[in-house]
């Protein structure tokens, strides 16, 4: 079986390569973006991944944007999974928008890494059973 594809999107360069590093020391196929312009072309010229992580706050578009794109997208793109990985206090509104549209949301803080991993390796684990 191939690895899984996961792409991270996050403007924190040292968070996000901390992250690739972590997931692709688990056997993933780890690529990054550093903004949401970066994550769309990727996509475009890329096809699908199987996973995308994201950040909300970035300068220019937020995650909220990438979201909004990719539900625009032929199925391929349309049906990628989403793990939010933020440090944002969310709002009402932006929780139920991110819950009708993410698989997860991840609060970055103490050990987030290590978090992150556990939730990715969940998902691929509960959706290859």
């Excluded at 928008?97 to 992150?116: A, H, P, Y």
Aim: aromatic share 6%.
């Amino acid at each position: 079986m191939a690895a899984e594809k996961i792409l991270i999107v996050d403007d924190e360069h040292s968070l996000l390569r901390l992250s690739q590093i972590l997931l692709q020391k688990r056997g993933y196929i780890a690529s990054v973006a550093l903004s949401v312009r970066e994550a769309k072309l990727f996509l475009e010229k890329n096809g699908p991944v199987d996973l995308l992580i994201l950040d909300l706050m970035m300068p220019e578009e937020s995650g909220e944007d990438m979201i909004a794109w990719k539900n625009t997208q032929p199925d391929a793109i349309k049906n990628i999974p989403v793990i939010v990985n933020t440090a944002k206090n969310l709002k009402h509104d932006e929780r139920e928008f991110l819950e009708k549209n993410c698989i997860r949301i991840l609060q970055k803080g103490t050990d987030f890494s290590g978090r992150l991993v556990a939730q990715v390796d969940e998902f691929f684990k509960n959706k290859t059973t």
